[in-house]
């Protein structure tokens, strides 16, 4: 994209542009623009007249097509939409019209998660099986972005049909962690990770039932919200557990994912679940960026959840600088242990018991566009990474999960997690639990994801939010090291708490950096 005065107020508003780099009169790159923007620098952008929806999305579509196939090859990108600038250009046409009649997520590009149904693009899970399958109707959380304004860009890799944390599929295959291009950007979403991280979008979508929103955004120094279960509708989302999966936000700051759970929480009632949130959503969640909003918090640092070899102490070197800095913020931090964790959280998982329903359900809403009908007919097709063979067979072998007593153990077992969970925090007055999401750093490529610690929100419903901690120490694959997340869970509906939490530490601790493998552009 060419030269553009436009772009300098935005400039100065994302801190790309330091006070005296240039004199006012020389001309601003779209291109320096994009990498760190956030919806409220956009937005003032667009308000004062100084950048349109089409240069906005232009400089995203420079950005993918210069990084994620040539120079660093981050391969975090499935399809482009091909209607994105015809629908920037609409958006265009009706801000010029009524501008006060704009929507919260005005031309803000998302980049979706693969395993989100679009009416518009085919929703693939990753699988070469799908890669054709155009949904009938846009997820429900789709839905709700188009409207408030949000533009789908492009729709990103993942871990195939989201099982597992290495984010390799068959249509896909393996993307790259933009800090670190010889490892995985963690997973099962860590397309949109690496999308978001590298600046092709401003806002992006995971879904997580092991620790898939939170793993990506430990990995990649970004924001990831896990949201009570109730909260936000999993409907028309390629499916594993409908007890376990959830769908979130992966953004750069914590401001943009309180707008992006502002727009995607609500009631569907083909998620009968969410009747449950209606009356926990607040008007806004914007409401709880209190740059303060550690003074006076007691938060428990969970010691079970910090590795104890040499392996993990680049990680516990930053959760300890983490908790430093929340202390030095007025954050009482309280070293807690869960009597008995280990055996609470062995075997919990009920995903297996549940996986066949809930895709043969979802290809069966696909009606006659399905490309196979069954879990059975996936398999037989053999399209799919090798790797999750044993899995898939091991799943379509539960003729009656739903009925397996192991399966309704595993669901009392749940609630066993849940008590002791609410306990340690009674005791302690507590408001929320921390602890590093990952005891090391996210592995090389080729390698199978360890150590993740996503189980306590998993196996409880309850709440967490992955945000930056910081860096392990530079190296010649990473030069500015490699991103380590700290993460924060509460109680049913406390996404308040965390998100206010979660502020107040990015705002005094400034942790985030962009990755230096996708610079701004030079044209």
Same mark, same amino acid.
């Given at each position: 994209? =060419?030269?553009?005065? @436009?772009?300098?107020?935005?400039?100065?508003?994302?801190?790309?542009?330091?006070?005296?780099?240039?004199?006012?009169?020389? /001309?601003?790159?779209?291109?320096?623009?994009?990498?760190?923007?956030?919806?409220?620098?956009?937005?003032?952008?667009?308000?004062?007249?100084?950048?349109?929806?089409?240069?906005?999305?232009?400089?995203?579509?420079?950005?993918?097509?210069? !990084?994620?196939?040539?120079?660093?090859?981050?391969?975090?990108?499935? $399809? *482009?939409?091909?209607?994105?600038?015809?629908?920037?250009?609409?958006?265009?046409?009706?801000?010029? %019209?009524? &501008?006060?009649?704009?929507?919260?997520?005005?031309?803000?590009?998302?980049?979706?998660?693969?395993?989100?149904?679009?009416?518009?693009?085919?929703?693939?899970?990753?699988?070469?099986?799908?890669?054709?399958?155009?949904?009938?109707?846009?997820?429900?959380?789709?839905?709700?972005?188009?409207? %408030?304004?949000?533009?789908?860009?492009?729709?990103?890799?993942?871990?195939?049909?989201?099982?597992?944390?290495?984010?390799?599929?068959?249509?896909?295959?393996?993307?790259?962690?933009?800090?670190?291009?010889? &490892?995985?950007?963690?997973?099962?979403?860590?397309?949109?990770?690496? %999308?978001?991280?590298?600046?092709?979008? *401003?806002?992006?979508?995971?879904?997580?039932? #092991?620790?898939?929103?939170?793993?990506?955004?430990?990995?990649?120094?970004?924001?990831?919200? &896990?949201?009570?279960?109730?909260?936000?509708?999993?409907?028309?989302?390629?499916?594993?557990?409908?007890?376990?999966?959830?769908?979130?936000?992966?953004? &750069?700051?914590?401001?943009?994912?309180?707008?992006?759970?502002?727009?995607?929480?609500?009631?569907?009632?083909?998620?009968?679940?969410?009747? !449950? #949130?209606?009356?926990?959503? /607040?008007?806004?969640?914007?409401?709880?960026?209190?740059?303060?909003?550690?003074? #006076?918090?007691?938060?428990?640092?969970?010691?079970?959840? !910090?590795?104890?070899?040499?392996?993990?102490?680049?990680?516990?070197?930053?959760?300890?600088? %983490?908790?430093?800095?929340?202390?030095?913020?007025?954050?009482?931090?309280?070293?807690?242990?869960?009597?008995?964790?280990?055996?609470?959280?062995?075997?919990?998982?009920?995903?297996?018991?549940?996986?066949?329903?809930?895709?043969?359900?979802?290809?069966?809403?696909?009606?006659?566009?399905?490309?196979?009908?069954?879990?059975?007919?996936?398999?037989?097709?053999?399209?799919?990474?090798?790797?999750?063979?044993?899995?898939?067979?091991?799943?379509?072998?539960? +003729?009656?999960?739903?009925?397996?007593?192991?399966?309704?153990?595993?669901?009392?077992?749940?609630?066993?997690?849940?008590?002791?969970?609410? $306990?340690?925090?009674?005791?302690?007055?507590?408001?929320?639990?921390?602890?590093?999401?990952?005891?090391?750093?996210?592995?090389?490529?080729?390698?199978?994801?360890?150590?993740?610690?996503?189980?306590?929100?998993?196996?409880?419903?309850?709440?967490?939010?992955?945000?930056?901690?910081? !860096?392990?120490?530079?190296?010649?694959?990473?030069? +500015?090291?490699?991103?380590? #997340?700290?993460?924060?869970?509460?109680?049913?509906?406390?996404?308040?708490?965390?998100? =206010?939490?979660?502020?107040?530490?990015?705002?005094?601790?400034?942790?985030?950096?962009?990755? @230096?493998?996708?610079?701004?552009?030079?044209?």
């Amino acid at each position: 994209m =060419k030269n553009n005065n @436009a772009f300098f107020l935005l400039l100065l508003m994302t801190g790309m542009l330091a006070a005296g780099q240039r004199e006012a009169s020389r /001309p601003a790159r779209a291109s320096d623009l994009v990498p760190e923007a956030t919806i409220r620098s956009t937005h003032a952008a667009f308000a004062a007249g100084q950048v349109t929806c089409v240069q906005l999305v232009q400089a995203y579509l420079n950005r993918i097509e210069a !990084f994620d196939h040539t120079g660093p090859a981050l391969n975090a990108i499935i $399809t *482009i939409n091909p209607k994105a600038l015809e629908t920037a250009a609409e958006m265009d046409r009706l801000s010029a %019209a009524n &501008r006060s009649a704009l929507r919260p997520l005005h031309c803000i590009p998302v980049i979706l998660k693969d395993n989100y149904d679009t009416a518009d693009m085919p929703t693939t899970g990753g699988s070469l099986t799908l890669a054709e399958s155009v949904p009938l109707q846009d997820a429900f959380v789709v839905k709700r972005l188009r409207e %408030a304004g949000a533009l789908i860009l492009a729709k990103a890799n993942l871990m195939e049909l989201a099982r597992g944390g290495t984010t390799f599929s068959s249509l896909g295959g393996q993307t790259r962690n933009p800090y670190d291009l010889t &490892r995985t950007p963690g997973g099962s979403s860590g397309g949109t990770g690496a %999308a978001i991280a590298a600046g092709f979008g *401003i806002i992006g979508t995971g879904s997580d039932t #092991g620790q898939s929103i939170r793993s990506p955004a430990s990995a990649q120094s970004l924001v990831g919200l &896990r949201p009570t279960r109730g909260l936000i509708s999993r409907s028309g989302i390629i499916p594993v557990s409908s007890t376990q999966d959830e769908a979130g936000p992966i953004t &750069r700051t914590v401001e943009d994912a309180a707008h992006t759970l502002d727009a995607i929480a609500g009631y569907d009632p083909a998620d009968p679940i969410t009747a !449950f #949130g209606v009356p926990r959503i /607040p008007r806004t969640y914007t409401a709880f960026l209190d740059r303060d909003g550690l003074k #006076g918090a007691r938060i428990g640092v969970l010691m079970d959840f !910090f590795g104890q070899d040499q392996v993990h102490q680049e990680v516990n070197s930053v959760a300890e600088s %983490a908790i430093r800095k929340m202390t030095e913020a007025g954050a009482t931090m309280i070293r807690i242990s869960i009597p008995n964790l280990a055996a609470l959280t062995r075997n919990i998982q009920v995903s297996q018991f549940e996986s066949r329903i809930a895709f043969n359900d979802y290809l069966a809403r696909l009606g006659p566009r399905a490309p196979v009908k069954t879990l059975a007919e996936f398999i037989a097709r053999g399209e799919f990474q090798s790797s999750l063979k044993a899995e898939l067979e091991a799943d379509q072998s539960i +003729v009656n999960g739903l009925n397996d007593p192991e399966y309704k153990s595993r669901l009392l077992r749940r609630n066993d997690l849940r008590q002791a969970v609410m $306990t340690i925090m009674a005791q302690n007055k507590l408001d929320a639990i921390l602890y590093p999401h990952q005891r090391r750093l996210v592995v090389p490529i080729g390698e199978d994801q360890v150590d993740r610690n996503g189980v306590l929100s998993n196996s409880t419903g309850f709440p967490a939010i992955a945000f930056p901690g910081g !860096f392990s120490s530079p190296t010649s694959s990473a030069p +500015v090291g490699v991103p380590v #997340g700290i993460e924060l869970l509460g109680p049913d509906w406390s996404e308040p708490v965390l998100i =206010k939490l979660a502020y107040a530490f990015e705002q005094v601790a400034r942790i985030r950096k962009p990755p @230096a493998s996708t610079p701004p552009l030079n044209r």
